[in-house]
């Protein structure tokens, strides 16, 4: 029996969400759309399987056939990111980061991160995560131009002393210095730790530069820039971390791994080791940028003045209206956003001054420089007349005719 024929409430609600998903323009710089070959897997006989423990160390039987699937999604994410030991079993990026703390942090270690409001994550020591409860959290941020000051890293980790230095953000537009942050972290005999979640896409096809050999420890997840399935991954070149690093996901915080998205995690490694992978990435970052050169021509401030990556951050403290008002305008224009923290935030993180956009997703679909100077045009167009309803839904039946010229998803698939 088919999903229309037994639960017609969710297929239709997952009909609706496909139609919004390809009449929209998807701009959250957090988003991608995976490709139908990851979904297959997902949604296959692997979900059937339980296989606590490691390959060839498994507490169940009939693992034969899923560890080799695991080992091979273990040596394509090994390959991709040139390290040399690799943990594809956490179910997120935050449940990865947690499986960090816990293998190498005792309750009460001093954490040293990015502060939320400036472009850091939850897990990152937020005082409302248990990373920020488990652990005694200090913050780092951004200047007012935007930028990481890393003389000031230096200063408060001397004054800190942490056990463990985060780097790594959900909202930062210019590039980590990754070696810059190793160097600190030495000088107060600290491990690093990078999650690079949101740029994992970028520095596997060297268009970022890459944690290793730098870090101790990186965590992604699979998903945002790299397109593959949700999920999160752990990487080392230290073995007795690694070591720790396993014991710490498995008993640690898990228990039986998703088989059927270790292997939807394989198929999109396969993906991002492709030479096409290097010209995606490549792309990400070119419209970013243009997005990016558009908006300014058209009077808009960016944090940091523009983008080195594949998310430009709007700042509207100048604007007579909040980051919540604009997301809400421009999602009724058809082009979904999020309303983000900007430095020198006024307002709360309920309502926030500016808005994050990225590219990846559009990308995705196939569109280019030329796309994204319209879009950029058509974002200012909302914005400047933020108020004006009927201008909003003539953007949107302009952006549902842009977005029919580049098909992510067949109707039929579902």
């Known amino acids: 029996m088919s999903l229309e024929n037994f639960d017609k409430e969710i297929f239709d609600l997952t009909n609706k969400e496909l139609k919004r998903q390809c009449d929209y323009l998807e701009m959250i710089a957090s988003e991608n759309f995976t490709y ?27 693992c034969e056939f899923v560890d080799e699937i695991e080992q091979i999604a273990i040596n394509r994410c090994k390959k991709l990111f040139s390290c040399e030991f690799a943990n594809v079993q956490p179910n997120s990026g935050s449940q990865a980061n947690q499986g960090v703390y816990g293998a190498l942090l005792k309750p009460g270690d001093k954490i040293l991160g990015m502060d939320l409001s400036h472009g850091g994550h939850l897990t990152h020591g937020a005082k409302v995560s248990s990373s920020g409860k488990y652990y005694e959290s200090f913050f780092y941020g951004v200047e007012l131009d935007g930028r ?10 001397q004054i800190v002393k942490p056990k463990m230095i985060i780097c790594g953000a959900s909202a930062y537009t210019r590039e980590i210095d990754f070696a810059k942050f190793r160097e600190i972290a030495d000088s107060v005999k600290a491990y690093l730790f990078a999650d690079v979640a949101h740029i994992a896409g970028l520095v596997v096809a060297d268009e970022h530069n890459s944690p290793f050999p730098h870090c101790h420890i990186v965590s992604s997840t ?11 991954i752990i990487m080392t070149n230290d073995e007795d971390i690694a070591k720790k690093i396993n014991s710490s996901i498995f008993p640690g915080i898990q228990g039986g791994p998703l088989m059927h998205v270790i292997a939807a995690k394989a198929v999109g490694f ?16 070119a419209n970013a940028k243009k ?27 100048n604007k007579d209206y909040s980051g919540k ?13 999020n309303k983000n923290t900007v430095p020198g935030e006024i307002r709360s993180p309920f309502i926030t001054s500016g808005v994050r956009i990225g590219s990846p997703a559009l990308t995705a679909r196939g569109m280019k420089e030329a796309e994204f100077e319209f879009i950029a045009n058509k974002i200012a167009d909302v914005l400047d007349d933020i108020n004006n309803t009927s201008l909003q839904e003539k953007v949107k039946d302009e952006v549902k005719n842009l977005a029919s010229k580049f098909i992510i998803y067949n109707q039929a698939m579902y």
């Open 36 to 62: 139908p070959e990851v979904m297959e897997v997902m949604g296959s006989i692997l979900t059937n399987k339980y296989a606590e423990g490691y390959p060839n160390k498994r507490y169940y039987g009939g």
């Open 148 to 157: 990481i000051n890393y003389d000031k890293v230096y200063e408060i980790a």
């Open 222 to 232: 699979t998903h945002k820039t790299l397109r593959g399935p949700r999920g999160g």
């Open 270 to 285: 396969k993906y991002n080791l492709s030479p096409e992978w290097k010209i995606y990435a490549k792309q990400v970052k």
């Open 291 to 317: 997005l990016g050169e558009i908006l300014m021509s058209r009077n808009f401030d960016l944090v940091s003045g523009g983008t080195d990556n594949h998310l430009v951050l709007l700042n509207l403290l």
């Open 325 to 337: 008002d604009a997301s809400n305008a421009l999602e009724n224009a058809g082009i979904t956003t």
